[in-house]
């Protein structure tokens, strides 16, 4: 397996513009995270996904942002408009279900590097 | 109180010396506990992790984790300046909606 797949890999945007930032899981995985990294936050959760349901939202910043995954392979995060506090690091993960909970090693994508200028 | 915590560091260290990480986490009923590795510039990836109170030993990797305290540390033994990078510390907590939450980690830098 190719790992964690997120697309594009870097985004430069104008302020008011939407952005969509695109992830493929690993097969097999069950969950499905969104994170946002800045310096000053560090790494926050902002959604994630469980047998491609939302499970929990309430990282989500405001209502500017939505996400999305309509099959076991494929997840998006849009931003509409953008701003230029929304300049960070978005980072997709997965990883399996083994009925414990999560417990097990979760993989990262490369990332996105947004910046709304 | 955050979720989890870290020192902020950056924590230095020469190479060859001992570099203790500690975390801290505000939910007792976590359960399974994380030491991520980031080199600048790229994604987290998995060094250690630790269910049971006590120590784990992977190599010059030892966790320490102590569940009345509230506590989880990672120590990294005859430290290399390839071990330089942020150390990330994540907690998944108990229940059907348990999420992976991570401290914003500290940076290690080992001195040549």
């Known amino acids: 397996d190719a790992g964690v797949i997120q697309s594009p890999r870097h985004e430069v945007t104008e302020m008011g513009q939407e952005v969509t930032l695109r992830c493929k899981p690993i097969?097999?995985?069950?969950?499905l995270f969104w994170y946002r990294q800045t310096m000053m936050r560090g790494l926050e959760l902002l959604i994630y996904?469980?047998?491609?349901?939302?499970?929990?939202d309430s990282g989500m910043p405001e209502d500017r942002f939505s996400a999305k995954m309509p099959n076991a392979s494929f997840s998006t995060l849009k931003i509409q408009p953008s701003e230029p506090r929304d300049s960070a690091v978005y980072f997709c993960?997965?990883?399996?279900?083994?009925?414990?909970?999560?417990?097990?090693?979760?993989?990262f994508g490369q990332g996105t590097r947004l910046t709304v200028v | 109180q955050k979720e989890v915590e870290q020192n902020s560091g950056p924590l230095s260290v020469p190479e060859g010396a001992i570099a203790s990480l500690n975390c801290t986490y505000s939910?007792?009923?976590?359960?399974?506990f994380f030491w991520y590795r980031q080199y600048s510039g790229k994604s987290p990836e998995l060094i250690m992790f630790?269910?049971?109170?006590g120590d784990k030993e992977d190599g010059r990797f030892t966790a320490q984790l102590n569940k009345a305290s509230q506590y989880v540390s990672l120590l990294i033994r005859d430290s290399q300046p390839s071990d330089s990078a942020t150390y990330l510390c994540?907690?998944?907590?108990?229940?059907?909606?348990?999420?992976?939450?991570f401290g914003k980690g500290i940076t290690l830098s080992v001195r040549p």
């Open positions: 993960a997965s990883t399996l279900d083994r009925g414990l909970g999560l417990d097990t090693e979760a993989f």
């Open positions: 097969s097999g995985h069950d969950y």
């Open positions: 996904f469980n047998n491609n349901v939302p499970i929990d």
């Open positions: 939910d007792r009923g976590s359960q399974s």
């Open positions: 630790i269910y049971s109170n």
């Open positions: 994540a907690v998944t907590n108990t229940g059907a909606n348990s999420k992976l939450t």
